[in-house]
């Protein structure tokens, strides 16, 4: 081969590994993508009912790459003309919707632009569904820890595994302020003594006592559960759409906390996970397998208690 005829394939070959490359991005950000959708996955029982399944293996844990997703469905719910009502649950196992991911750099979230109510990303998509004039319902089966409990609480109706469901506000333990609204929500479902219980000890509250307190609305036996929700949701969705809207929109002048009370807290929480204590806290909890270990996942009251218990030893 003559070195024209080398230079002319190698220019060929080296044309087409371009190409290749030049459609090999379009395909992985396609594919990134559609697994990001997946994490909230929409399915259209009817026109007027709607099912948002939380799909983020191992263990639902909400994070940056999140927003996108979430957002897309709320713009939906805001949009579709014919929807009525939407029910939230998890196809995971022990998990409804955890806490946020610390593995990733904060700036990840910190840069984000903020949403349409002017509000960061999460505490917009929070307020926009309490504002939506479609009913929101979630189904907890499993642990609904920090984000899936602001999810939870941001929602218009709650309804619990009795024997599944474990809701908490879990950040005290681990030295920070949570930041998707529960000091601003949670007052106004289970007054100012059981808010302060439920946000400064920390704890796992499970199906039972969640009823109790109003942080759901009922407890059910879990064999109960998705067919009651069912059949709520879809009697719901049977009614009038505009009379739907109208009574929630004057239910939400009477609840709501203002928006700006939702935005503090995630100016708090950005703040507080900075601090010392929190990052030596997290650290400890990342290292003992925190986002790996599902019994850490599991049983975060008792492992956050112990980190603190080793920190104060240490001092």
């Given at each position: 081969m003559t070195i024209?005829?080398?230079?002319?394939?190698a220019l060929a070959l080296a044309s087409l590994a371009i190409t290749g490359a030049a459609e090999a991005k379009p395909k992985a950000a396609a594919t990134a993508q559609a697994a990001e959708s997946e994490q909230f996955r929409i399915t259209k029982v009817t026109p007027a009912?709607?099912?948002?399944?939380?799909?983020?293996?191992?263990?639902?844990?909400?994070?940056?790459?999140?927003?996108?997703?979430?957002?897309?469905?709320?713009?939906?719910?805001?949009?579709?003309?014919?929807?009525?009502?939407?029910?939230?649950?998890s196809a995971i196992p022990g998990f409804f919707l955890t806490h946020y991911d610390f593995s990733v750099p904060l700036d990840q979230t910190t840069s984000m632009p903020p949403g349409p109510t002017g509000l960061p990303q999460l505490p917009d998509m929070l307020v926009r569904l309490s504002k939506a004039p479609v009913v929101s319902i979630v189904s907890i089966r499993g642990r609904a820890t920090g984000v899936g409990s602001e999810l939870s609480l941001a929602s218009d109706?709650?309804?619990?595994?009795?024997?599944?469901?474990?809701?908490?506000?879990?950040?005290?333990?681990a030295g920070f302020v949570p930041g998707g609204g529960p000091m601003a929500r949670l007052p106004r479902l289970v007054g100012r003594g059981r808010a302060l219980e439920i946000l400064l000890s920390g704890n796992d509250i499970d199906g039972e006592l969640a009823e109790r307190y109003g942080y759901v609305n009922r407890a059910l036996p879990d064999a109960e559960l998705d067919g009651f929700v069912d059949g709520l949701a879809r009697r719901i969705a049977s009614f009038d759409k505009q009379s739907i809207g109208q009574i929630k929109a004057l239910v939400n002048q009477a609840s709501l906390p203002p928006d700006d009370a939702i935005g503090a807290e995630w100016a708090a929480f950005l703040e507080s996970v900075q601090r010392p204590a929190a990052q030596e806290l997290i650290g400890q909890l990342m290292r003992a397998g925190l986002q790996k270990n599902a019994d850490i996942e599991t049983n975060l009251a008792k492992y956050t208690g112990e980190a603190n218990v080793q920190r104060n030893a240490g001092q």
């Amino acid at each position: 081969m003559t070195i024209a005829r080398k230079v002319s394939a190698a220019l060929a070959l080296a044309s087409l590994a371009i190409t290749g490359a030049a459609e090999a991005k379009p395909k992985a950000a396609a594919t990134a993508q559609a697994a990001e959708s997946e994490q909230f996955r929409i399915t259209k029982v009817t026109p007027a009912y709607w099912r948002v399944t939380i799909d983020k293996p191992p263990f639902n844990i909400y994070g940056p790459d999140s927003m996108a997703p979430l957002n897309r469905v709320i713009t939906a719910i805001e949009n579709d003309p014919a929807l009525k009502v939407v029910v939230f649950d998890s196809a995971i196992p022990g998990f409804f919707l955890t806490h946020y991911d610390f593995s990733v750099p904060l700036d990840q979230t910190t840069s984000m632009p903020p949403g349409p109510t002017g509000l960061p990303q999460l505490p917009d998509m929070l307020v926009r569904l309490s504002k939506a004039p479609v009913v929101s319902i979630v189904s907890i089966r499993g642990r609904a820890t920090g984000v899936g409990s602001e999810l939870s609480l941001a929602s218009d109706m709650r309804f619990a595994s009795r024997e599944k469901a474990i809701l908490s506000q879990f950040e005290i333990g681990a030295g920070f302020v949570p930041g998707g609204g529960p000091m601003a929500r949670l007052p106004r479902l289970v007054g100012r003594g059981r808010a302060l219980e439920i946000l400064l000890s920390g704890n796992d509250i499970d199906g039972e006592l969640a009823e109790r307190y109003g942080y759901v609305n009922r407890a059910l036996p879990d064999a109960e559960l998705d067919g009651f929700v069912d059949g709520l949701a879809r009697r719901i969705a049977s009614f009038d759409k505009q009379s739907i809207g109208q009574i929630k929109a004057l239910v939400n002048q009477a609840s709501l906390p203002p928006d700006d009370a939702i935005g503090a807290e995630w100016a708090a929480f950005l703040e507080s996970v900075q601090r010392p204590a929190a990052q030596e806290l997290i650290g400890q909890l990342m290292r003992a397998g925190l986002q790996k270990n599902a019994d850490i996942e599991t049983n975060l009251a008792k492992y956050t208690g112990e980190a603190n218990v080793q920190r104060n030893a240490g001092q």
